[in-house]
């Protein structure tokens, strides 16, 4: 995806803070955008799928550099729903939890497959001597199941409970996504789409600065307004998307 930088939109706030720096201006662009796409959630990633792991119930997400999860808007495994859970209801539900290869330590995972014939004094037809045949020991999914729920562990990890047993899990995350703190860009059509609302949330907060040349507080406030309203119709939008409804009327029915 292309990426639009944080500095493209200097220009525009030029005008209205005359003399402010250049890095403090992205700064407070950045920051805008941030809270934008934390309470418009308009910016949604699709992670590309992958399979869950035998005996390892906790993995991170798989996100475009310079950026953090808000929100996990749903997880599919085997294009099925997994439930989502708080903490809280995720440890009153599954109280034991899940412990990485049901407890065992990660060198029985390889403990029963036969080692390798790669690089021996062996002749084959082939071109390369094939590995071996991976053997998943029992002990390291003792404790594992079908897993059935999802639940936020840290802001970067999630874990899936029950522990995933031998079985193939196809995972497929939907997710909203925000820059990070050192990120100096973000998608461009986000970006494109969001700007009136990171305009104007990044002069409100510009226009107050105490001590400096550019503070205008009655102009900060005419920005605070227009924020509101554009990221209220951006929120809207988000969550409409282009599709439209057909509005039938229908008369009552009368006995």
Known sequence: ?????????????????????????????????????????????????????PGVHSYTYNRPTDTEVHVLFDAMMNDRPLKKLTLEQALYQYPEWADLYSGEDPSVLWSETPPSVFDESQYNTTLFNPGSQFVLPDAVIAKASEPRVVTQLTSDRYVVLPLPDGETYTMRLFYALKPSREATGMDQDVFNELEEAILHSALQYLLVLPNVAWSD???????????????????ARANLGNMRGTVRATAPKFA
């Not at 700064?27 to 418009?40: G, K, L, M």
């Not at 507080?217 to 929120?235: C, D, G, N, V």
């Open 1 to 53: 995806m292309a990426t639009r930088a944080f500095s493209s939109m200097v220009p525009r706030l030029n005008a209205s803070v005359p003399g402010c720096p250049n890095y403090t201006m992205i700064q407070y662009i950045r920051d805008a955008a941030i809270r934008v796409c934390e309470r418009t959630l308009a910016w949604r990633y699709v992670e590309p799928t992958f399979n869950l792991l």
């Open 217 to 235: 507080r009655e102009l900060a406030s005419y920005h605070a307004k227009q924020f509101i309203r554009e990221m209220t119709e951006r929120r």
